[in-house]
T-cell receptor, first 112, second 113 residues
Framework: DAEITQSPRHKITETGRQVTLACHQT?????MFWYRQDLGHGLRLIHY???????NKGEVSDGYSVSRSNTEDLPLTLESAASSQTSVYFC???????????FGQGTRLTVV | QKEVEQNSGPLSVPEGAIASLNCTYS??????FFWYRQYSGKSPELIMS????GDKEDGRFTAQLNKASQYVSLLIRDSQPSDSATYLC?????????????FGKGTHLIIQP
């Protein structure tokens, strides 16, 4: 079955370190997204991509970057991790047209 | 600033009854709306999508959309304990959803056996 997978599922890192979260989907969806979910804020969009070589900033993009070298992958990089970036991160992808969006299992990131 | 508003709950409903979840949105240009179910510690799971005014039914779920009132709702018939979860309402921008979705903070639903 087609799916979207994230790795790692859990990560603890230190303040100031660079961290990359992986996302891989096998649906061949053009649209991919990264969200973070925090208590009191709900899901907020970090970055999104319409396709290969395309990336766009979302609502809370400061301190994050993404790259899209192929259809399947959209890695999220935290350039210099901060405690405020402790969160649960969800990768998602959506179909063209209907934009039904499907989520990966999530990555719980703790910055100490 | 686009906003999607939901009552955080908890909403407590007896088993077998109808659970009614509501959502309002601020962006009149929003085209597409979605309901997700999220169990504690899990990822959001898409349960309904709706794009035009009126009702859309899928099994025990009915989504309702009123664009004039900027209102979306989800009805769950014959509620089961397994329906206990947080329900997230999400709306697109005028492009339909390619730019991502705006989510409400969710309504915590409890089905009482």
């Amino acid at each position: 079955d087609a799916e979207i997978t994230q790795s790692p599922r859990h990560k603890i890192t230190e303040t100031g370190r660079q961290v990359t979260l992986a996302c891989h989907q096998t649906w061949n969806h053009n649209n991919m997204f990264w969200y973070r979910q925090d208590l009191g804020h709900g899901l907020r969009l970090i970055h999104y991509s319409y396709g290969v070589q395309d990336t766009n900033k979302g609502e809370v993009s400061d301190g994050y970057s993404v790259s899209r070298s192929n259809t399947e992958d959209l890695p999220l990089t935290l350039e210099s991790a901060a405690s405020s970036q402790t969160s649960v991160y969800f990768c998602a992808s959506s179909t063209d047209g209907t934009y039904r969006t499907f989520f990966g299992q999530g990555t719980r990131l703790t910055v100490v | 600033q686009k906003e999607v508003e939901q009552n955080s709950g908890p909403l407590s409903v007896p088993e077998g009854a109808i659970a009614s979840l509501n959502c309002t949105y601020s962006d009149r240009g929003s085209q597409s709306f979605f309901w997700y179910r999220q169990y504690s510690g899990k990822s959001p799971e898409l349960i309904m999508s709706i794009y035009s005014n009126g009702d859309k039914e899928d099994g025990r779920f009915t989504a309702q959309l009123n664009k004039a009132s900027q209102y979306v709702s989800l009805l769950i018939r014959d509620s089961q304990p397994s329906d206990s979860a947080t329900y997230l309402c999400a709306g697109s921008d005028s492009g339909g959803g390619a730019d991502g979705l705006t989510f409400g903070k969710g309504t915590h639903l409890i089905i009482q056996p």
